[in-house]
T-cell receptor, first 112, second 114 residues
């Protein structure tokens, strides 16, 4: 099946710093989402981005589908950005919708 | 629209007992998914419904697990004869099932099997 690899596995930042998280996937995908999991376990949607670039405030994401990777940029990080960031991809089989396959995540800690 | 809700949020049970979790999707979302997440890992797919039809099941969903979605609204996930290895966060998600299909997740039910 498709493999999803995220890097780095852990990241510690000083408040105000910028960072880039990477997601590599091993096959063509129909859907790619970035999530932030807060300390209480809630998965929060950040981006639906199977291709192209999107921005939402201090966050932006770029997916280069032909090269099978996606990047999540966090600028001017804040302590509330701490948590685990997941990349998840979806592959459609035979015309029916598949399920999301998650990477292992990047654990981000932003220090004040 | 209050998002996806799950109940209970926490469940502690003894090995061998049966447990049932409930998920209420975003209204008018016709797709509903169950995932399981263990410590330090990303969520893993368990099963998926399109309206009331269960269309896909992972090999992770052993015979002790059963899921239903009567009338295509809320869903229940039952685990029979729980084992310590079932301890995990059980996450539910829903999507509209149209075009670009973003999945929205509930807060999860954390199961601890003693």
């Amino acid at each position: 099946g498709i493999q999803v690899e995220q890097s780095p596995p852990d990241l510690i930042l000083q408040e105000g710093a910028n960072s880039t998280l990477r997601c590599n996937f091993s096959d063509s995908v129909n859907n790619l989402q970035w999530f932030h999991q807060n300390p209480w376990g809630q998965l929060i949607n950040l981006f639906y981005i199977p291709s192209g670039t999107k921005q939402n405030g201090r966050l932006s994401a770029t997916t280069v589908a032909t090269e099978r990777y996606s990047l999540l940029y966090i600028s001017s990080s804040q302590t509330t950005d701490s948590g685990v960031y997941f990349c998840a991809v979806e592959v459609y089989y035979g015309g029916s919708q598949g399920n999301l396959i998650f990477g292992k995540g990047t654990k981000l800690s932003v220090k004040p | 629209d209050t998002g996806v809700s799950q109940n209970p949020r926490h469940k502690i049970t003894k090995r061998g007992q049966n447990v049932t979790f409930r998920c209420d999707p975003i209204s008018e979302h016709n797709r509903l998914y169950w995932y399981r997440q263990t410590l330090g890992q990303g969520p893993e797919f368990l099963t998926y419904f399109q309206n009331e039809a269960q269309l896909e099941k992972s090999r992770l969903l052993s015979d002790r697990f059963s899921a239903e979605r009567p009338k295509g609204s809320f869903s229940t996930l039952e685990i029979q004869r729980t084992e310590q290895g079932d301890s995990a966060m059980y996450l539910c998600a829903s999507s509209a099932g149209r075009g670009t299909d973003t999945q929205y997740f509930g807060p999860g039910t954390r199961l601890t099997v003693l």
